[in-house]
């Protein structure tokens, strides 16, 4: 179960913030450097006092901890790590304000000290998922598996049949899927070019779809798979698989609102099959850095 931040640490990271900058736009600046989702930063109303939107900014990170804790540990080691106030002492009564502003600062530095082992649990399953997978990679017969199906898809590259292309990519799907005990439904069809399957992954069901085709996916594409998650149980997410990427645009438009997709591209497919990571790991990761930003599509290049 993930430990949660203490109240009183809350509370302390609350006052500190409304202390250490007097000007709303300085506050603005820095918080624009500690969150990873601006969006958040986009929702608070700029025209209420200092003091209420930080209220408001650290009661939503903490009614959203299972997804904002990141940002909030962060936060609190950001604003521990200001130690000049001159910017405050250039003010009307500044020595008062500077001197309210380190004590502030001082009692938020002792809340985070009972808040630093959260941190390191995060980096601790990090660092077993890192173990887990070079584990799993030295089982000869998982390797051997993985190198069979790496064959399979680079024969792949050089056909110019849709149809083919598409029924041996469903059999490389599936056998790593099935690899990487994710449970491939046994529904798993070819239209064309593209696959429509389905498997579970930590207790949540998924709808698969997978596409390769010269051109990157495009909007529309998204949009036939969100509206048939729509029609599913709340908790049914998608994960789009396209060989050859996304359009801009595509990304961009289902990146905002309710996030019902990750995506996946030949490059994530392809560090899967040559063991640079395994598959529930870059799942993981990008369903988390949805979760935490928006961010669908997470490049493997920034996970590696």
């Known amino acids: 179960m993930q430990q949660k931040i203490a109240p009183a640490s809350l509370q302390a990271l609350k006052e500190a913030l409304t202390l250490v900058y007097w000007f709303k736009s300085e506050l603005r600046s820095f918080l624009s450097q500690c969150l990873s989702d601006p969006q958040v930063l986009a929702r608070l109303n700029w025209d209420d006092y200092k003091r209420n939107i930080v209220a408001t900014l650290v009661d939503h990170l903490a009614m959203n901890e299972e997804i904002y804790q990141r940002d909030l540990i962060r936060l609190m080691s950001e604003v521990c790590k200001v130690t000049d106030y001159s910017h405050l002492k250039k003010l009307e009564d500044g020595n008062k304000k500077a001197s309210d502003a380190k004590t502030a600062v001082d009692a938020l530095r002792a809340q985070l000290k009972g808040h630093q082992d959260i941190e390191q649990e995060q980096k601790q399953a990090e660092k077993r998922r890192k173990e887990a997978h070079q584990k799993l990679m030295s089982v000869n017969a998982v390797q051997e598996e993985l190198d069979k199906l790496k064959a399979e898809f680079f024969e792949l590259v050089s056909s110019d049949n849709p149809q083919q292309r598409g029924f041996r990519l469903e059999k490389v799907l599936k056998g790593l899927f099935g690899l990487f005990d994710l449970d491939p439904k046994a529904s798993f069809r070819i239209t064309g070019e593209q696959i429509d399957g389905a498997f579970s992954f930590e207790g949540t069901d998924y709808l698969l779809e997978a596409k390769w085709q010269q051109e990157p996916v495009a909007a529309n594409d998204l949009d036939g798979m969100a509206g048939k998650l729509s029609r599913k149980l709340e908790n049914t997410l998608g994960l789009f698989l396209s060989v050859n990427g ?58 590696l």
């Open 246 to 303: 996304y359009s801009e645009d595509a990304v961009k438009t289902h990146s905002s609102g309710r996030r019902l997709l990750i995506l996946m591209d030949g490059s994530d497919l392809m560090a899967v099959l040559e063991g640079r990571i395994d598959l529930v790991q870059l799942l993981l990761r990008k369903r988390r850095k949805a979760s935490e930003t928006g961010n669908i599509y997470l490049r493997i290049h920034e996970i």
